[in-house]
């Protein structure tokens, strides 16, 4: 955890998170924490607002972090969302030029835990391509719905100076690793489930793994019990998210 206000003086006025997503709403002073549980990230928030944060905010914050970072990874297995991927391209100023009828699905999906959220989300991204060598950049955020959202943010070649922003729902090897972290899948047991989803057998797996396949099926049967299921058609479809 950290306040925008303990940084180098220098590091606050070049960030172009500050300056082109905080400062343009009138907001001045930032606390970041990160989420971590057994030493995985399981989010990040930010907070801001005029008046920097008092010492015992800092205080409070820490004593719930990691509640709030074992809710979050619970939250990891849930899904659902739009289902239409739409794309907005954003002015070097930061203004919506363009953008395809199903961005209106987003916002009201993004919005709908916080007004204006899709447009500080967009702003964020547009912000990190710009700065980053690449022209790119990416982040997963929560839906209302407990889907998580995929924001990538791409450069474009032009005279404008414009970015691109692309918005869809995570699924699928997106979200594997993130998973596998979520039902607390031990090495073994991950590499086990990898060559379940591609669809091989028992024996296929153990001669893959170079282990016998009575052991494939004792981890299996560990896998079913964290994930909640009974099957292995069942523990593919949760895993696959």
Not at 89 to 101: I, L, Q, S
């Amino acid at each position: 955890m950290a306040r925008l206000s303990e940084l180098p003086r220098r590091d606050r006025e070049r960030s172009s998170r500050v300056n082109d997503v905080w400062r343009p709403l009138g907001l001045h002073h930032e606390l970041r924490l990160v989420f971590r549980v057994d030493g995985v990230c399981w989010g990040a928030a930010g907070m801001v607002r005029t008046a920097d944060f008092t010492d015992r905010e800092v205080e409070f914050l820490t004593a719930v972090a990691p509640a709030l970072a074992c809710a979050t990874r619970v939250a990891a297995r849930a899904g659902g969302g739009p289902e239409r991927p739409a794309i907005v391209v954003v002015t070097a100023d930061g203004e919506v030029r363009a953008a395809t009828a199903a961005a209106r699905e987003w916002r009201d999906e993004l919005d709908d835990i916080a007004p204006g959220r899709f447009t500080v989300m967009v702003r964020a991204v547009v912000s990190g391509a710009r700065a980053a060598p690449s022209g790119t950049f990416g982040a997963r955020v929560r839906g209302s719905r407990g889907g998580w959202i995929l924001l990538r943010a791409a450069r474009l070649v032009s005279d404008d100076d414009e970015t691109a922003v692309t918005l869809e729902r995570a699924s699928g090897d997106a979200l594997v690793d993130l998973l596998f972290a979520a039902y607390g899948l031990t090495p073994r047991e991950r590499e086990i489930c990898r060559e379940v989803l591609t669809g091989a057998s028992t024996v296929d797996t153990a001669e893959a793994l170079g282990i016998s396949a009575h052991t494939v099926q004792d981890h299996l049967k560990v896998v079913f019990a964290k994930a909640g299921v009974r099957i292995r058609g069942e523990s593919a479809a949760r895993l696959r998210g």
